[in-house]
C-alpha cells in the first residue's frame, strides 16, 4: 500500500499513517511532503492534494517526486 501525505494536513493527521506502518509493517510504503511554515518548497500548511490541486508539475518537486512513485508504483503492480 502506498500512501500520499503533507506533513502538516489536518484532514490527514499523522496518526493515521502511524497506524498503517504498525498494521501493514513493509507492506505500507508511506510518503509524507513537508508542508511546515518555512519549507523549502513553499507548500501551503493547508494543503492537502498531493497529486491534484496541490501537484506542482516541475522536475524535483516533491509533489511531482511524489506522483512519479505512485506511477512506478501502478506500472509494476498492474503489468500482466
Keep these: 500500500m502506498l500512501g500520499l501525505r503533507f506533513t502538516d494536513d ?3 493527521p499523522p496518526e493515521r499513517f502511524e ?3 504498525r498494521t501493514l509493517g513493509e507492506a505500507f510504503e508511506g510518503i509524507e511532503i ?4 518555512g519549507n523549502p518548497h513553499g507548500i501551503q500548511q ?4 498531493v497529486l ?3 501537484l506542482v508539475d516541475e522536475p524535483g518537486h516533491p509533489t511531482r517526486e511524489a506522483l512519479d512513485r505512485v506511477l512506478t508504483f501502478l506500472g509494476t503492480r498492474l503489468k500482466s
Excluded at 513537508?34 to 511554515?37: E, I
Aim: no cysteine; charged share 25%; aromatic share 0%.
Design 10 to 12: 489536518r484532514q490527514s
Design 19 to 21: 497506524t498503517l506502518r
Design 34 to 37: 513537508d508542508s511546515s511554515p
Design 46 to 49: 493547508h494543503a492537502h492534494s
Design 52 to 54: 491534484t490541486v496541490d
